[in-house]
Each structure stands twice: as structure tokens, then as C-alpha cells.
């Protein structure tokens, strides 16, 4: 079952831009993550966030969590065109042996 | 080099036929994962496996098969009986559940 939600569906920004997407889901996590996928390619693992955490940081990446509203966002700070890709959020039940993945944010980045 | 190497990149089904999809990691990962992945949509969980002879169904196993012989392999089989099997696979894997996954690149396959 799909449980994470990405909005927006697509996000065109220019080089240089802050891109951010947010990820809401219906029940309680573990842990939710977020991946990039680059066309035609597998998935790429960016960041893991435990429920118990509110923020991570991870190079050009910053990653928020609010169990209280049950959303989760992705800032990418000084886009590059590299950044051209699908990303999706993950999340992982207390109970769960799976993840159950969003439908994803596609991001253009203009040079 | 660490990683997951899915074959072939691309793959013809004719009708009747059961096709296999190799997915195979030297990253000494417990967990393996197939999912399936159509235009647009997010990924959908067809099996998985947490260990050595152990798989578990997914959402979408029908018309689905795997084996979990050796640690390193997680084949998955598309049967005749998948009537919809137009897709791009990819196969998974973690150290436990717990953790992130790590993807190989896929398999398309298409109907002839």
C-alpha cells in the first residue's frame, strides 16, 4: 500500500534555487526516508529520519520531520542541474519488515 | 566495488511465456526486495526476502515468483499468469530492515 504522499507532483526551479517538496503519510513510522531517482536509473538512498528526530542535515540537503502533522520535507539549497531528478519519500511502520513509498516530487532544474 | 547488479537492462515477454529477472549483491545484505514500478507511480513492494530460504509476499505478488538459494541471489520470475507485466523492475537490498535500501538499475521489461 502507498502511505507517503509527495507534493508538489513536479517543481521546475532555476540553477542556483532552493527546491523543496514535502511528504505526508496516514499512520505512525518508524522511520521515513527519501531517495532520488535519476531517469531510467535505480534509486539513490539520501537521508533516513527517525521518528524521534526532527531535522538531519546532509550536505546541499535538509530533511524535517513533524510526527504531529505526520509530514516530512526535503530542502535542497543551491540547486544544481545534477539535481534533475524524481524524489520520493519512504516511510517504515513500528511493525513493518517494508517500506512503503510516495509517488514522488519530479524536479527540473534550469541552467 | 560494493553493489547490486540487476540483467538484463531490458527484457521481451511473449504471451505465454515466463520470463526471469537476476538481481544479484555483494554487499553481504541480509534483506532483498523486488518491486515493480510504472510510469509515474511510486515503487510497489511484489516480494521480499529477510534472509537465506525465507520470502514473504508483498502488495502485488500475484502472478510473481522468487527463490532466496544463496545470500547474494533474489531472482524474481514473471509467470504467464502476471497479464499485465509492462514494467520497470528493481531489485533491492539492506543489511536488515531497519535500514535504507540500495538499488540496482532495473530491468524493463516489455510485452511482444
Not at chain 2, 510504472?38 to 534472509?51: E, F, K, M, N, T
Not at chain 2, 522468487?66 to 520470475?77: H, I
Not at chain 2, 520497470?88 to 521489461?109: E, N, V
Request: net charge positive.
Amino acid at each position: 500500500s502507498q502511505q507517503g504522499e509527495e507534493d508538489p507532483q513536479a517543481l521546475s526551479i532555476q540553477e542556483g534555487e532552493n527546491a523543496t517538496m514535502n511528504c505526508s503519510y496516514k499512520t505512525s513510522i518508524n522511520n521515513l526516508q527519501w531517495y532520488r531517482q535519476n531517469s531510467g536509473r535505480g534509486l539513490v538512498h539520501l537521508i533516513l529520519i527517525r521518528s524521534n528526530e526532527r531535522e538531519k542535515h546532509s550536505g546541499r540537503l535538509r530533511v524535517t520531520l513533524d510526527t504531529s502533522k505526520k509530514s516530512s520535507s526535503l530542502l535542497i539549497t543551491a540547486s544544481r542541474a545534477a539535481d534533475t531528478a524524481s524524489y520520493f519519500c519512504a516511510t517504515r511502520g513500528p511493525n513493518d519488515y517494508k517500506l512503503s513509498f510516495g509517488a514522488g516530487t519530479t524536479v527540473t532544474v534550469r541552467a | 566495488d560494493g553493489g547490486i547488479t540487476q540483467s538484463p537492462k531490458y527484457l521481451f515477454r511473449k504471451e505465454g511465456q515466463n520470463v526471469t529477472l537476476s538481481c544479484e549483491q555483494n554487499l553481504n545484505h541480509d534483506a532483498m526486495y523486488w518491486y515493480r514500478q510504472d510510469p509515474g507511480q511510486g515503487l510497489r513492494l511484489i516480494y521480499y526476502s529477510q534472509i537465506v530460504n525465507d520470502f514473504q509476499k508483498g502488495d502485488i505478488a500475484e502472478g510473481y515468483s522468487v527463490s532466496r538459494e544463496k545470500k547474494e541471489s533474489f531472482p524474481l520470475t514473471v509467470t504467464s499468469a502476471q497479464k499485465n507485466p509492462t514494467a520497470f523492475y528493481l531489485c533491492a537490498s539492506s543489511m536488515d530492515h531497519r535500514g535504507p535500501q540500495h538499488f540496482g538499475d532495473g530491468t524493463r521489461l516489455s510485452i511482444l
